[in-house]
């Protein structure tokens, strides 16, 4: 009877001796966290490190949400996360170290909230701590030493430009290289109907010109096909041309007056001076007026658009050779 009462007892000491162990092997196995402050005072504006440790199974992975924050309450900001430190502790656990550098500038008594680790589908937490902010005592009876004195900086253009124009100068400046070029390019040849990529053709005499446009001009009769507006405009244009070339003078952006009066200042036109304003005067009343000419004033205009240009013609060789330049 003793014997069996022995034997149960020793039986309950043993299972009682292994619950005890499967329990702190199950809790050996479950991970911390531990937080810890270097000062629970800390002066307004300075830091202090939080300290934080984590002892877990080396197989598990965890998270620490605060590594997302940038500060721990509305006071307390999170100036600096330092890089973690893992320690090897054998037996397939690690430990691992990691520290947070805070920061504050408005002095109080306040409770850091406790600091969260997930792992393994669990949250475990640290304990809550409390830091205190002190104010930064001033002493308004000592000047103020150390400040060094304004230094005047000298106006620099180039400080107030934008970045896009001082990083890319180059491109502007050839920018606007290309864009002096392009403008030349139009008020020395463009707009002068030239180009000096393309060689021109040699032209012919003012003279062999004008009479070789005016046989044109009466071959597509235009006054015979009721066109006497366009007949006599392509009329005049001739002998605008003629007299630029003949006679150096910009009949083509002249009136028909001013082209009569600079003519009467030359001899070689004086005396076909009559029949130019005559044909000009016509040919103003047709284009502007709308009158339509008989028959005879169109043939009459041309004979006398003919014979001006045969009265003027040049009879020194040199003298045609240099109006062909023009």
């Known amino acids: 009877m003793k014997d069996n009462m022995a034997n149960k007892q020793h039986n309950r000491f043993l299972l009682t001796l292994l619950c005890a162990m499967v329990l702190l092997a199950a809790t050996a196995q479950k991970a911390t966290i531990t937080a810890k402050l270097d000062s629970t005072l800390l002066l307004m504006g300075h830091t202090t490190a939080l300290h934080l440790q984590v002892v877990q199974n080396a197989s598990s992975q965890g998270v620490l949400p605060v590594e997302r924050q940038d500060t721990l309450n509305a006071a307390v900001e999170i100036a600096e996360k330092m890089r973690p430190d893992t320690i090897d502790l054998g037996n397939g656990r690690i430990q691992i170290s990691r520290d947070l550098i805070l920061q504050s500038f408005d002095s109080g008594l306040y409770a850091l909230p406790p600091i969260l680790y997930v792992i393994d589908g669990e949250t475990i937490q640290s304990k809550s701590l409390a830091l205190k902010v002190v104010p930064v ?170 014979n001006f240009v045969e009265q003027t013609r040049p009879t020194d060789p040199s003298q045609e050779k240099e109006e062909e330049k023009r």
Request: proline share 4%; charged share 25%.
């Open 137 to 306: 005592k001033v002493d308004t009876t000592q000047d103020i030493v150390g400040l060094k004195e304004i230094e005047v900086v000298p106006f620099n253009l180039l400080d107030w430009l934008p970045d896009f124009i001082t990083d890319y100068w180059w491109c502007w400046l050839l920018l606007l290289i290309i864009c002096a070029a392009a403008l030349y390019y139009y008020h020395r040849w463009y707009k002068k109907g030239k180009n000096p990529l393309r060689p021109e053709k040699k032209r012919l005499p003012p003279y062999e010109e004008a009479m070789l446009n005016l046989e044109a001009l009466k071959n597509r009769q235009l006054w015979q096909n009721g066109q006497e507006k366009e007949y006599f405009t392509g009329l005049t244009d001739i002998l605008r041309v003629y007299i630029d070339r003949r006679f150096a003078v910009n009949a083509v952006e002249m009136t028909s007056t001013q082209i009569v009066e600079t003519l009467k200042q030359n001899g070689e036109t004086k005396a076909v001076n009559e029949q130019l304003s005559m044909i000009l005067e016509m040919a103003d009343i047709v284009k502007f007026a709308a009158v339509r000419p008989l028959a005879d004033d169109n043939e009459l205009a041309y004979r006398r658009a003919v």
